[in-house]
């Protein structure tokens, strides 16, 4: 459910002998005449000690003259809570009573294993209980945003005085959750509550084989068990978006480093395979 909720971080599992021999997250390279875009598929929450910056990375970063987030404002904790708190709430109705008896008794169950009162949640309208349940157990477990690739990129990049440009805004990327209907927040508090106790065995599963670029696996396990509507939603509309963006932006001279997560280079609707209606060819590095 994790890989649902945060669309950059897929579900992936063990490294195959051929992917072994890449081991380094994987780095696409686009050019298109005085235009080149490097790819490069992110993690959003990391354990300190993983490694992302490689040495082709070092080298794409080098080369290039922007930086391009899937939001800019990855270093604005304040902008967040604030959106948070005007999407993700719902004084009206507490959350228990959009459940039945045996999502209840689940939902009580995870606040539990957390430490937390049982109505700590109250409030929250399923979607952000659904997100804040897979995100907590995994920071306690060591997953930390502040080591996520997209927010020490963006340090890099604001060291450097570097441009950084953003796909699409913070509100944006709440709304994708916060505009469902309730019966579809509900079901996704449900599958959340269902895999709640693996979640912490996924993204360690993730870890391993994002750092390996094994994109084969995360295109297989990404569709393992997301809806057609959510995959549509998440994975499919946004890679469109991303793409025409990077079609624009290529009509310009320069050289750009994209991240954005690794979810949405992977796969037969990959960010790559929607540049191809561009005319534009993504190489692997």
């Not at 082709?56 to 967040?80: F, H, T």
């Not at 954005?260 to 534009?280: C, E, F, I, K, N």
Request: negative net charge; aromatic residues 6%; glycine residues 6%.
């Amino acid at each position: 459910m994790f890989r649902k909720l945060l669309p950059v971080l897929c579900l992936l599992a063990m490294i195959t002998a051929p992917v072994a021999a890449l081991a380094e997250p994987a780095l696409w390279k686009v050019t298109n005449g005085a235009s080149t875009v490097y790819l490069y598929g992110s993690v959003h929450l990391l354990r300190h000690a993983a490694v992302w910056d490689t040495p082709k990375v070092e080298q794409a970063l080098k080369e290039s003259g922007e930086l391009w987030l899937e939001i800019a404002d990855v270093d604005n904790p304040a902008r967040m809570q604030l959106l948070l708190m005007q999407l993700g709430l719902d004084s009206a109705r507490p959350l228990r009573a959009k459940l039945d008896d045996t999502y209840r008794a689940k939902l009580e169950k995870a606040l539990q294993s957390l430490g937390g009162s049982t109505t700590a949640f109250d409030r929250m309208r399923p979607w952000l209980a659904a997100v804040s349940l897979n995100v907590v157990p995994l920071q306690r477990a060591g997953y930390d945003p502040e080591a996520g690739v997209d927010k020490l990129l963006k340090a890099a990049a604001d060291k450097r005085g570097e441009p950084v440009k953003a796909f699409e805004t913070t509100e944006q990327q709440l709304r994708y959750f916060a505009d469902m209907t309730e019966p579809q927040e509900v079901d996704l508090l449900r599958q959340t509550l269902d895999e709640f106790d693996d979640e912490l065995a996924d993204l360690d599963q993730l870890e391993m084989a994002w750092e390996a670029g094994d994109v084969s696996r995360i295109a297989v396990l990404m569709r393992k068990d997301m809806s057609g509507d959510l995959y549509q939603l998440l994975i499919v509309r946004r890679n469109q978006n991303f793409a025409r963006q990077i079609a624009e932006r290529m009509k310009t001279p320069g050289v750009a480093f994209v991240a954005v997560g690794a979810a949405h280079l992977a796969g037969p609707d990959s960010v790559q395979a929607q540049l191809r209606t561009y005319g534009l060819s993504a190489v692997r590095q």
